[in-house]
């Protein structure tokens, strides 16, 4: 039972490149999420799903695009990158009612 | 509205002093609440929830926490505090938004430094 993971763990990325951060979960939740954490702001959501094959949008969902086509995977995509993406980007999952497992985080630099 | 206020930015305690570690919250209604750990360069871990049931719940690592009604609080606590358990602290509010989703509000965070 790994929990949540994510890769890749870290990345550099030029402006106006192109990638996605992938999220895997085992323990069949329904819900799953994406944050980003920026140093004094705390974790903000970006998109969030509540089941396969959906997806909405949370708090700061700008520049980013996600995917759930398989209810263990959630997919963040980032068309074209901007230096203000640079952030550790966490992925989460929960049961309808429960506490949100978080996975190890991705550590984004974008130059 | 949902808020959460953690009333410290920094603690710093002895190794084997208890901790403590501050949290208030406003919710219109009867919150979850959560305490999440942060490692330096690592994910969240779930430290405890309370769900409306037992008042003080009891979490990984010998953490406690106490859910206060009439306070409006939901401080963590920990009799002995060893090394390891340097981190960030974050004290969580959790509550269903229309859309169906567990919305998580986080307060900034309290660093814990534990000296020798």
């Known amino acids: 039972n790994a929990g949540v993971t994510q890769t890749p763990k870290f990345r550099v990325l030029k402006t106006g490149q192109s990638m996605t951060l992938l999220c895997a979960q085992d323990?069949?939740?329904?819900?799953m999420y994406w944050y980003r954490q920026d140093p004094g702001m705390g974790l903000r959501l970006i998109h969030y799903s509540v089941g396969e094959g959906t997806t909405a949008k949370g708090e700061v969902p700008d520049g980013y695009n996600v995917s759930r086509l398989k209810k263990q995977n959630f997919l963040l995509g980032l068309e074209s990158a901007a230096p203000s993406q640079t952030s550790v980007y966490f992925c989460?999952?929960?049961?309808?009612?429960?506490?949100?497992?978080f996975g190890p985080g991705t550590r984004l630099t974008v130059t | 509205a949902q808020s959460v206020t953690q009333l410290d930015s920094h603690v710093s305690v002895s190794e084997g002093t208890p901790v403590l570690l501050r949290c208030n919250y406003s919710s219109s209604y009867s919150p979850s609440l959560f305490w999440y750990v942060q490692h330096p360069n690592k994910g969240l871990q779930l430290l405890l929830k309370?769900?409306?049931?037992?008042?003080l719940v009891k979490g990984i690592n010998g953490f406690e926490a106490e859910f206060k009604k009439s306070e409006t609080s939901f401080h963590l606590t920990k009799p002995s505090a060893h090394m390891s358990d340097a981190a960030e602290y974050f004290c969580?509010?959790?509550?269903?938004?229309?859309?169906?989703?567990?919305?998580?509000?986080f307060g900034a965070g309290t660093r814990l430094a534990v000296h020798p």
């Open positions: 309370y769900t409306s049931a037992a008042t």
């Open positions: 969580v509010v959790n509550y269903r938004v229309s859309g169906g989703y567990n919305k998580l509000i």
């Open positions: 323990m069949n939740h329904e819900y």
């Open positions: 989460a999952s929960s049961s309808r009612t429960g506490g949100q497992y």
